[in-house]
């Protein structure tokens, strides 16, 4: 049995990310993962999907998906800002405007826009850097 078209996506996502070799361990949504004390990582979140719309006017026509991705950068409070920032513009550059990539051999994952860096999130004793990143699939 393959997958349906969300678990698809969420792998792709996450596969993508994991490909990118970005240097640093990767915490995957609802996994176990234990942070090591002063060690930076990745915290890939759970996605945020939209529903699911028609994209013509018959009900053979094809859906589009949209939603977020979101990966926090986290990096010990007392390093300071730039070393998470650094890390989420390595999240962000990996996921730009543009990126095409296939999920599950068949739906077309495309971001949309340029992704978002939020303003740091103080999640003592770890400092957060949030990015968005905006998608949409279609078959």
């Known amino acids: 049995m393959s997958d349906g078209p969300e678990t698809s996506i969420q792998l792709a996502f996450c596969a993508f990310l994991q490909a990118g070799n970005l240097g640093f361990p990767i915490a995957w949504p609802f996994t176990v993962f234990s942070p090591i004390s002063g060690v930076a990582f990745f915290d890939a979140r759970g996605m945020l999907r939209a ?22 950068s986290v990096t010990p409070t007392d390093q ?28 077309k994952v495309r971001i949309n826009q340029v992704p978002k860096i939020a303003p740091a999130v103080m999640d003592a004793p770890w400092l957060r850097f949030p990015v968005s990143i905006l998608y949409s699939v279609s078959t």
């Open 51 to 72: 529903a699911p719309r028609g994209i013509g006017l018959a009900f053979t026509d094809s859906m589009l998906r949209t939603g977020i991705f979101q990966v926090d």
């Open 80 to 107: 300071g800002e730039a070393p998470g920032l650094r890390m989420a513009e390595l999240v962000a550059v990996l996921f730009d405007q543009g990126t095409f990539f296939v999920a599950g051999n068949r739906w």
